[in-house]
């Protein structure tokens, strides 16, 4: 009699439910079962209307698929039809959907919110002098990836026409090497280089992907193939034998992994079936003398977890921070910002070439601090739009963590160029923002921070990448590859 009574006390409460409720329960139900539950002020109506709705619409089993094949590569296509991305039967009822838009289309701001008010950014190149190198050869930028070399005065540069550059501490090419296709990652363990082929750049699920040692008379050897789109690799002993093991982060796009490979074996282990795990940090976070893994997950289900390490091979996963599905994350540095001992957590936010391309006033760096025992909680966040990757340095050699950051979306919008911004420390989570006086040229997908000239203090790489056609009047300096802050501290 009771189960009776409660079944009729819902019946009752829903047939007094708005419209605009029922909406926000029937996406409460299904959107929140693939990611966070998006609040509609997280994009503007035209957006939610033109943009995620009409994806998610095809999702759901909703919609025209002969409209979705002509938006989409046939092969990108294939795939998601494999995976039953786009269901054939209707997963909801038309009215039910049609209630959902209706929700978003009513709750969205008419127009994108305004970036948080912030620290003005300035101009000063302060202990920065910056170069560029050119290459006649490339009209257009076609970096990738970029790494420098932490013994010696070598840079290692992969480029979209899949050559490698391996450059000097004048950033003079010495050697070139061709790989199968571009290279997203150079890695140096001890005396041993790797490097990281990403297959095709754009979105895909195809197994292209390759990880390669290089020998010291500089021919690539495959170690791991068949690879969706891999993006970092990290290398650690797991099973405690003796021996390298990797970690791999597939990114793919609709079914990508995050993998360990037994360097003994080759034996592939999966940590986690989901698309876009960006990047890893090895490090033993329990204090149980393991290796556990540190991860960033950046499509649809964005946020952190830390996979512990229990042994043999095996670990469990405990999730520590969880992001909005259109919140962008780019990249994670891990860093001890405020000097207490204990790791914090630095995520760059600013994807913005997927179905909700806007201006997005959460896009930018965001800080987490560590409250001792592996808990985060968003202390700092500097609102920059495109942001894409943020590193931690301490570039004036003051005894603290300063930090540099790209911009692959940035818009450039409001009378400073924001593609690249250097954050130096004033103590308590407190910066002075500068552009270093970067000129509008570059659209910067790559950088990394190390002594390129061996000198003593620490230098800044941006790697220029273009991609499509360049648009009548857009500012763009033909053969730009990359820029260079050198520092002048030393």
């Keep these: 009699m009771r189960y009776l009574a409660i079944l009729v006390a819902l019946f009752c409460f829903s047939c007094t439910q708005t419209p605009e409720e029922k909406g926000e329960a029937l996406a ?35 919609g025209n698929r002969f409209e979705l094949l002509t938006k989409i590569p046939d092969e990108q ?54 170069e560029s190198f050119i290459s006649p050869a490339n009209p257009l930028g076609s970096v990738t990836s970029i790494r420098i070399h932490p013994q010696k005065a070598e840079v290692w540069v992969g480029t979209r026409n899949r050559n490698l550059w391996v450059m000097d501490g004048q950033l003079k090419i010495k050697q070139t090497l061709e790989t199968n296709s571009p290279v997203a990652l150079t890695q140096f363990v001890g005396d041993k280089t790797y490097l990281l082929g990403i297959g095709k750049m754009y979105p895909n699920d195809q197994k292209l992907g390759h990880m390669y040692s290089v020998t010291k008379q500089g021919k690539l050897e495959a170690i791991v193939d068949s690879l969706k789109r891999p993006v970092d690799i990290q290398i650690n002993d797991f099973n405690g034998d003796g021996v390298s093991d990797y970690v791999i982060c597939e990114y793919g796009f609709e079914a990508g992994e995050l993998i360990w490979v037994d360097g003994k074996t080759g034996k592939k282990n999966v940590l ?16 149980d003398g393991k290796a556990d893994l540190l991860v960033l997950m950046a499509q649809a289900r964005e946020g952190v977890s830390l996979f512990i390490n229990k042994g043999m091979g095996t670990f469990v996963e405990k999730p520590l921070l969880q992001f909005d599905a259109v919140f962008g994350s780019s990249y994670m540095e891990v860093a001890d910002l405020n000097k207490d001992g204990y790791d914090d957590i630095i995520i760059s936010n600013g994807d913005n070439a997927d179905y909700s391309h806007s201006k997005k006033a959460y896009h930018g760096v965001h800080i987490f601090l560590n409250d001792h025992r592996n808990n985060f909680k968003e202390s700092y966040f500097y609102p920059a739009y495109g942001a894409s990757k943020t590193v931690a340095r301490d570039f004036d050699q003051d005894g603290d963590l300063d930090l540099a950051m790209i911009a692959f979306f940035a818009e450039n919008d409001k009378g400073k160029i924001e593609s690249f911004l250097y954050f130096q420390n004033q103590g308590n989570l407190k910066f002075k923002v500068s552009n270093l006086q970067i000129p509008d040229g570059g659209h910067y997908i790559a950088m990394d921070a190390g002594d390129v000239d061996r000198d003593g203090d620490i230098d800044i790489l941006l790697g220029n990448y273009q991609f499509g056609a360049v648009k009548p009047g857009a500012n763009v300096t033909p053969g730009l590859q990359l820029t260079y802050y050198k520092n002048l501290l030393r």
Aim: aromatic share 10%.
């Design 77 to 130: 296509y294939q795939s998601a039809m494999q995976l039953d991305i786009y269901p054939e039967t209707p997963k909801i009822s038309q009215e039910d959907w049609d209630l959902i838009v209706a929700y978003y289309t009513a709750k969205a701001p008419e127009k994108p919110i305004a970036q948080a008010k912030r620290s003005p950014i300035s101009s000063e190149p302060l202990h920065f002098k910056r």
């Design 272 to 287: 986690k079936l989901q698309a876009g795990s960006r990047n890893v940090v090895i490090k033993d976070y329990t204090g």
């Design 28 to 62: 409460q139900k299904n959107c929140a079962s693939c990611h966070k539950f998006p609040d509609p002020s997280l994009l503007d109506k035209k957006t939610w209307k033109e943009g995620v709705l009409p994806e998610m619409a095809y999702r759901l089993g909703i």
